[in-house]
């Protein structure tokens, strides 16, 4: 499926350029297996082979990246801190959060969200999944605009520029960027096991042998 996912990428940048790298990359924010490690890349080797200007084709995919967060900011935000606290407070036990634990994850956002946003945008996965905390809080959207813009033009700059030096081996300049996926996926995996063991699985093991 990834395979026909790539491959429709680069369809669509061949086919459309710098309009198809914008749309790529908003869809990319929403929908995560859409590769921008494979559509940036490509936006460079297009432009080295002259059928496209390398700036455009960043100022392209940095649009893009904000329009990407603002939807995924404006869902978030629709959905709003109240109704995540009622949510919190009806069914959190199942998931094991309390209110404290959402007053802490706010405050630490809240003290942190310019820097949390302009590096998160430059990690993959959390590129992507920044603007939902930042929805969720009503960042102020100057500071959030900024950030992101910054964070993403750092990004899509440095993998467009490594698919435009390497040429026919824009294919590798991803390379870098998918380990840093799969490390994003460990530690993900890794903090959700001590979680659910920690406040689901340690509870239950010890109220059995109290």
């Not at 710098?18 to 990319?28: F, I, K, Q, S, Y």
């Not at 392209?60 to 904000?66: D, K, Q, R, V």
């Not at 404006?74 to 709003?80: H, K, L, Q, V």
């Amino acid at each position: 499926m990834l395979d026909r996912i790539a491959d429709w990428a680069i369809s669509v940048v061949e086919a459309l350029g710098p309009v198809g790298v914008a749309a790529l990359v908003v869809l990319e924010n929403i929908f995560p297996p859409i590769p921008s490690e494979i559509v940036l890349p490509l936006a460079g080797f297009v432009a080295a082979t002259g059928d496209a200007d390398l700036v455009v084709m960043i100022v392209a995919a940095t649009i893009g990246s904000l329009i990407g967060a603002y939807l995924l900011y404006g869902i978030a935000a629709a959905i709003g801190p109240v109704r995540l606290r009622r949510f919190v407070v009806a069914h959190g036990r199942w998931f094991g959060l309390t209110e404290d634990d959402l007053d802490r994850s706010e405050a630490w956002f809240d003290d942190r969200a310019n820097l949390a946003v302009l590096l998160c945008r430059c990690v993959p996965l959390m590129r992507s999944l920044i603007s939902i905390p930042a929805g969720l809080r009503r960042m102020p959207l100057v500071p959030f605009t900024l950030y992101t813009l910054i964070g993403s033009l750092v990004w899509n700059t440095a993998l467009i520029v490594a698919g435009y030096l390497l040429g026919d081996n824009w294919e590798t300049a991803g390379q870098p960027a998918e380990i840093m996926q799969k490390a994003v996926l460990v530690v993900i995996g890794v903090a959700v096991a001590w979680f659910v063991w920690r406040r689901l699985i340690l509870p239950r093991v010890s109220d059995t042998n109290g």
